[in-house]
């Protein structure tokens, strides 16, 4: 496992968010002030982070995120597509700002964040803030039963019929 050159700081993003930030030229990370105070996130400025995909991603989350990059005209991939539970890239943090022009800008703080540099897939477990990671074997997570792509038949990819609570993609 080749981990020669990514920095052994780390961010933890949510799934789509990380993809966007490594392969579709989200500019900045959204935080909320008490993470930035609270997470060293001052610290990383003019210095390259690892970005970690946290394990976690509903499918509300995913949906919306898909939305607003649909209107940027970014076309996110399916959420069973996105590896999820350890580091896919790096970037540099040019700033931690209150606004900034970018449409990715929500706020109320963010990290400016540029030159994002895609790595293969490392396993390794994440945390809130700022953190030094280590690697891992694991796999990235497997899709979660809502994440897999329906088939025409109305059945899942996987030919389970969907539950009560569930609903197709």
Known sequence: MATEGIPISALSVRQPWAWA??????????R???????GSMR????????IHAAKGMTRD?????????ATLGVTCPPAADLDRGGVIGHVRVDAV???HPSP??????ALV???????????????????????????PDAPAKWMRASAPSGRLATGESPGANERLL
């Open 43 to 50: 610290e990383m400025i003019g210095r390259r982070i690892a």
């Open 104 to 109: 990715w800008f929500f706020g109320p703080r």
């Open 61 to 69: 989350e995913f949906e919306s995120a898909a939305r607003f990059m």
């Open 32 to 38: 909320s002030e008490a993470s930035v105070r609270n």
């Open 97 to 99: 700002v209150k606004d």
């Open 113 to 139: 964040l540029a030159d994002p540099v895609p790595v293969p897939f490392i396993g390794a477990k994440g945390q809130l803030g700022m953190f030094p990671w280590s690697p891992n074997s694991a796999s």
């Open 21 to 30: 930030i490594i392969h579709a030229g989200k500019p900045v990370e959204n």
